[in-house]
């Protein structure tokens, strides 16, 4: 019988943890959380200094039974759950569910999944750290009476249904605020005035070069600003000489990026992998937790996904640096060790940054156990780690100066002499080589052509994914842990909308936001939410109650919603009027916004809830077009209709078959092949499972469906091994899981 009893929060972690520690330990999960405040009620007794009522929640209650008589059982309880504020409570929620002493329970953490990770962890427990769990536990707080206290009021002066929150309200009022700028901007006009140049040299390639100054005068962006001064300085410069003044060779060097934090991964790959921060946290949970990598083993690729900080364990850059010496050479090496220091103020540094768990795993050479999109991100983690580690890129710059009268132009040209870190990790923001020919100092040059141009002044960008999350982080708004969560929010409140990757507030948005702004200005703002992450820093550190951090806060927050119960009237949601008629009763159409854009709806609703799609430019889109394909089934023509966010696809014209098909990029319909029967039982209802192909690759689905949902995954399998990969191995596979 096992002695000790390790609890985890995942189960994937269960089998990994499991085979590392041996048959005296029983590795077992929790499933998440197992205890929150209640949802019929606020749970905190105000009166009684913030006293919390937690209760077990309901689909826990079998797991909560089960780790109950497995804690009976052991001698120690290991309570191993994730590496952050959040995992420090829900450990402590653990011991109180289950009733366990403290002198029964031991904490153990770990950044990485790995048998060196794992068995150091349960050769140095530690008792909980009831800061951790304190900070954690007034952040929770601090939501609940925001969420419980401000959204009824929502509900009653605003519509049911919405909802208000310390984070997600300040990055409505980001988004919201930006729009204003955007709206109130005025554009600048100036100009800019670029010289075509040439050697004099038969064959010479042309190059350019800007007007830079005038005498010791420098021409700053917006100097010139008219076409009329622009006119003036070519009048100026005809049957000028183009003479080059001065040429300067240096060396520039470029150093690598930091490792990934929470923050920088999600905002990188929303930019070059076009995932949502809710999608990269997924994905990189399903790496930390452990991936099949060959045959039977399981084993964690990177480090915990959730962190501030960019410290990174001795052992693991000494790891990387023995790698780069040995697969690049010497040369690579940076001349002492990098160490990389997070600007946050609260950063965790007892936290790792986000890196593979060994550079060692070469994503080319684990691909094939991967997903597509596993890969990606897997490979951008361990690109940026490895880079992280090298030496700085050179290039050669060359400054050219050339006087034209009294006017001086400037050229230059960069190109790449060591690449360093690039050797790994090259993106496409890295500077680009320009070419100059050689100059000599008093070399008369051709001029080509002179080229005048008119610019405007541009408003500030609209956030994107990756931008509002690196605002809200420079703020000091929230955690790792909450970005994800706040964007997806934000979205499904239907607060902001996403156009072309952008956000944009919607009808709804400005109006809370507004409301907010006015009734609660002093709550709902920056500086306030990220003093609150200060406080909840303190809390963490013993350097403050979390009882006072929350009567600190309470107290303006309740005269706030004491006056605006009072003051705020009504607010009416006007939709924004088009000049398209319904055509089923002939009532006006109005602009409405949904999650996947917006869309014109009948004035008249609900009587009339007839609807139009509108693509991202705001044009009809039209109805369904016939077109000269059949259906397979019942050989009805298909039609071409518009879903979710104008993806398009084929539907059967006969109402009754309800067949439909994908479009591939010229246009055809994509045939899904037939599931491949197996001869496999399944183990839920003993009906046959058949092998079908999916977007992740293969897996097995019962052939009882829709009454029976059972689905498992097949583990990819090496190239040599895919083809004579037989049923009996997908049978152990199966049975496995």
Request: glycine fraction near 4%.
């Given at each position: 019988?096992?002695?000790?009893?390790?609890?985890?929060?995942?189960?994937?972690?269960?089998?990994?943890?499991?085979?590392?520690?041996?048959?005296?330990?029983?590795?077992?999960?929790?499933?998440?959380?197992?205890?929150?405040?209640?949802?019929?009620?606020?749970?905190?007794?105000?009166?009684?200094?913030?006293?919390?009522?937690?209760?077990?929640?309901?689909?826990?209650?079998?797991?909560?039974s089960?780790?109950?008589?497995?804690a009976?059982?052991?001698?120690?309880?290991?309570?191993?759950?994730?590496?952050?504020?959040?995992?420090?409570?829900?450990?402590?929620?653990?011991?109180?569910?289950?009733?366990?002493?403290?002198?029964?329970?031991?904490?153990?953490?770990?950044?990485?999944?790995?048998?060196?990770?794992?068995?150091?962890?349960?050769?140095?427990?530690?008792?909980?750290?009831?800061?951790?769990?304190?900070?954690?536990?007034?952040?929770?707080?601090?939501?609940?009476?925001?969420?419980?206290?401000?959204?009824?009021?929502?509900?009653?002066?605003?519509?049911?249904?919405?909802?208000?929150?310390?984070?997600?309200?300040?990055?409505?009022?980001?988004?919201?605020d930006?729009?204003?700028e955007?709206?109130?901007?005025?554009?600048?006009?100036?100009?800019?005035?670029?010289?075509?140049?040439?050697?004099?040299?038969?064959?010479?390639?042309?190059?350019?070069?800007?007007l830079?100054?005038k005498?010791?005068?420098?021409?700053?962006?917006?100097?010139?600003?008219?076409?009329?001064?622009?006119?003036?300085?070519?009048?100026?410069?005809?049957?000028a000489?183009?003479?080059?003044?001065?040429?300067?060779?240096?060396?520039?060097?470029?150093?690598?990026?930091?490792?990934?934090?929470?923050?920088?991964?999600?905002?990188?790959?929303?930019?070059?992998?076009?995932?949502?921060?809710?999608?990269?946290?997924?994905?990189?949970?399903?790496?930390?937790?452990?991936?099949?990598?060959?045959?039977?083993?399981?084993?964690?690729?990177?480090t915990?996904?959730?962190?501030?900080?960019?410290?990174?364990?001795?052992?693991?850059?000494?790891?990387?640096?023995?790698?780069?010496?040995?697969?690049?050479?010497?040369?690579?090496?940076?001349?002492?060790?990098?160490?990389?220091?997070?600007?946050?103020?609260?950063?965790?540094e007892a936290?790792?940054?986000?890196?593979?768990?060994?550079?060692?795993?070469?994503?080319?050479?684990?691909?094939?156990?991967?997903?597509?999109?596993?890969?990606?991100?897997?490979?951008?983690?361990?690109?940026?780690?490895?880079?992280?580690?090298?030496?700085d890129?050179?290039?050669?710059?060359?400054?050219?100066?050339?006087?034209?009268?009294?006017?001086?132009?400037?050229?230059?040209?960069?190109?790449l002499?060591?690449?360093?870190?690039?050797?790994?990790?090259?993106?496409?923001?890295?500077?680009?080589?320009?070419?100059?020919?050689?100059?000599?100092?008093?070399?008369?040059?051709?001029?080509?052509?002179?080229?005048?141009?008119?610019?405007?002044?541009?408003?500030p960008?609209?956030?994107?994914?990756?931008?509002?999350?690196?605002?809200?982080?420079?703020?000091?708004?929230?955690?790792?842990?909450?970005?994800a969560?706040?964007?997806?929010?934000?979205?499904d409140?239907?607060?902001?909308?996403?156009?072309?990757?952008?956000?944009?507030?919607?009808?709804?948005?400005i109006?809370?936001?507004?409301?907010?702004?006015?009734?609660?200005?002093?709550?709902?703002?920056?500086?306030?939410?990220a003093?609150?992450?200060?406080?909840?820093?303190?809390?963490?550190?013993?350097?403050?109650?979390?009882?006072?951090?929350?009567?600190?806060?309470?107290t303006?927050?309740?005269?706030?919603?004491?006056?605006a119960?009072?003051?705020?009237?009504?607010?009416?949601?006007?939709?924004q009027?088009?000049?398209?008629?319904?055509?089923?009763?002939?009532?006006?159409?109005?602009?409405?916004?949904?999650?996947?854009?917006?869309?014109?709806?009948?004035?008249?609703?609900?009587?009339?809830?007839?609807?139009i799609?509108?693509?991202?430019?705001?044009?009809?889109?039209?109805?369904?077009?016939?077109?000269?394909?059949?259906?397979?089934?019942?050989?009805?023509?298909?039609?071409?209709?518009?879903?979710?966010?104008?993806?398009?696809?084929?539907?059967?014209?006969?109402?009754?078959?309800?067949?439909?098909?994908n479009?591939?990029?010229?246009?055809?319909?994509?045939?899904?092949?037939?599931?491949?029967?197996?001869?496999?039982?399944?183990?839920?209802?003993?009906?046959?499972?058949?092998?079908?192909?999916?977007?992740?690759?293969?897996?097995?689905?019962?052939?009882?469906?829709?009454?029976?949902?059972?689905?498992?995954?097949?583990?990819?399998?090496?190239?040599?091994?895919?083809?004579?990969?037989?049923?009996?191995?997908?049978?152990?596979?199966?049975?496995?899981?």
């Amino acid at each position: 019988m096992p002695k000790y009893l390790v609890i985890v929060e995942s189960p994937a972690k269960e089998k990994t943890i499991s085979k590392i520690l041996g048959k005296d330990f029983k590795v077992k999960s929790s499933y998440g959380h197992i205890r929150d405040l209640p949802k019929s009620k606020l749970g905190i007794d105000i009166e009684n200094n913030f006293e919390p009522t937690y209760t077990n929640m309901p689909k826990a209650k079998k797991v909560i039974s089960d780790l109950k008589k497995e804690a009976d059982k052991a001698d120690v309880v290991y309570l191993a759950t994730d590496f952050d504020r959040e995992g420090e409570a829900i450990a402590w929620h653990l011991k109180e569910a289950l009733k366990l002493s403290d002198s029964k329970i031991s904490r153990i953490t770990f950044h990485e999944i790995t048998p060196e990770a794992i068995l150091d962890s349960v050769k140095h427990p530690r008792s909980l750290d009831m800061g951790l769990v304190n900070s954690q536990q007034a952040r929770r707080l601090l939501d609940r009476l925001v969420g419980y206290k401000l959204s009824p009021l929502l509900w009653k002066k605003i519509k049911i249904g919405l909802s208000a929150g310390r984070v997600q309200s300040v990055a409505v009022m980001l988004v919201c605020d930006r729009e204003e700028e955007i709206k109130r901007f005025i554009p600048v006009e100036y100009w800019s005035i670029e010289a075509e140049l040439a050697k004099t040299d038969k064959d010479a390639l042309p190059f350019k070069a800007m007007l830079a100054a005038k005498g010791d005068v420098k021409f700053e962006k917006l100097s010139i600003k008219t076409k009329e001064e622009a006119e003036k300085i070519l009048i100026d410069l005809k049957e000028a000489k183009y003479i080059v003044k001065s040429v300067e060779t240096k060396q520039r060097r470029r150093s690598p990026y930091a490792p990934y934090t929470t923050s920088t991964l999600q905002q990188d790959a929303s930019r070059r992998l076009g995932f949502s921060p809710s999608r990269t946290m997924a994905i990189a949970q399903k790496l930390y937790e452990g991936v099949h990598i060959g045959g039977s083993t399981e084993i964690g690729l990177i480090t915990y996904m959730r962190t501030d900080s960019l410290n990174i364990a001795k052992s693991a850059q000494a790891e990387a640096l023995k790698f780069i010496e040995s697969s690049y050479g010497k040369e690579f090496l940076p001349k002492t060790a990098r160490v990389y220091k997070t600007k946050s103020k609260n950063a965790q540094e007892a936290h790792e940054a986000i890196r593979p768990t060994s550079p060692k795993r070469i994503p080319s050479e684990i691909k094939q156990y991967l997903t597509p999109e596993e890969f990606k991100l897997y490979d951008l983690i361990w690109k940026r780690f490895t880079a992280s580690q090298m030496t700085d890129a050179v290039y050669s710059i060359i400054i050219a100066e050339i006087s034209a009268k009294d006017y001086i132009f400037r050229a230059s040209g960069s190109s790449l002499i060591f690449d360093g870190f690039m050797k790994v990790y090259n993106i496409d923001d890295d500077e680009k080589e320009t070419k100059l020919p050689p100059l000599t100092e008093q070399e008369i040059l051709n001029l080509l052509q002179i080229i005048p141009q008119q610019h405007f002044t541009e408003p500030p960008p609209r956030y994107n994914e990756a931008s509002l999350i690196k605002a809200l982080e420079e703020h000091g708004i929230g955690r790792p842990s909450t970005y994800a969560p706040t964007i997806k929010t934000i979205l499904d409140r239907l607060y902001v909308r996403l156009d072309t990757k952008k956000f944009i507030p919607t009808n709804l948005g400005i109006v809370v936001n507004d409301v907010l702004k006015n009734h609660f200005g002093n709550i709902v703002n920056v500086e306030f939410t990220a003093n609150v992450e200060e406080k909840l820093d303190d809390i963490a550190e013993d350097k403050a109650k979390w009882q006072d951090v929350l009567k600190d806060f309470y107290t303006p927050f309740d005269k706030n919603l004491e006056d605006a119960e009072k003051n705020l009237q009504r607010q009416k949601i006007q939709p924004q009027m088009s000049s398209e008629i319904c055509p089923n009763c002939g009532k006006p159409m109005v602009i409405r916004d949904s999650r996947s854009g917006q869309f014109l709806g009948c004035s008249g609703y609900p009587e009339c809830k007839t609807t139009i799609s509108l693509d991202k430019n705001g044009k009809k889109i039209d109805g369904p077009q016939e077109t000269d394909m059949k259906c397979d089934k019942c050989t009805s023509p298909l039609l071409k209709k518009v879903g979710f966010r104008g993806k398009q696809y084929l539907i059967c014209k006969n109402e009754e078959c309800k067949a439909t098909y994908n479009i591939d990029k010229n246009g055809n319909k994509v045939i899904k092949p037939a599931p491949e029967h197996t001869g496999i039982k399944c183990e839920k209802c003993g009906s046959e499972m058949l092998k079908r192909i999916g977007k992740r690759g293969p897996f097995l689905t019962c052939s009882a469906f829709p009454k029976c949902r059972n689905l498992q995954w097949i583990p990819k399998a090496p190239k040599e091994e895919a083809a004579t990969k037989s049923k009996k191995m997908l049978k152990k596979k199966i049975q496995r899981k």
